[in-house]
């Protein structure tokens, strides 16, 4: 079983700023995080009717162990990665972690 951060994060007011800045900056950083098993973003579509999605930008990072999360968010990658959020997600983000398991 391993073990996953997934990241909400709310709209922001400038989107291409927060865009650039996530591809740029942020996106770099978490794909140095150590032993990080794999690192998807995804940028929700609005609903068939239009309906905004809940969040602007969703992403999942995935270890092989609680430890080894831990570990990762705990080393200076992980203090860095942390540290900018503060640059570029004022519209606030939700972090939920715990296991998980692959179905297909």
Known sequence: ????????????????????????????????????????????????????PDYHLIAVLVWDSAEAAGASLGSEAGKEAVADLDNFAGAGVTMLTGPSTAVV
């Open 1 to 52: 079983m391993s073990y996953q951060l997934t990241a909400l994060y709310n709209h922001p007011s400038d989107v291409a700023a927060f865009d650039k800045h996530y591809d740029d900056v942020h996106a770099v950083l978490a794909a140095k995080l150590p032993d990080v098993r794999s690192f998807s973003i995804s940028r929700p579509q609005p609903g068939p009717d239009g309906t905004k």
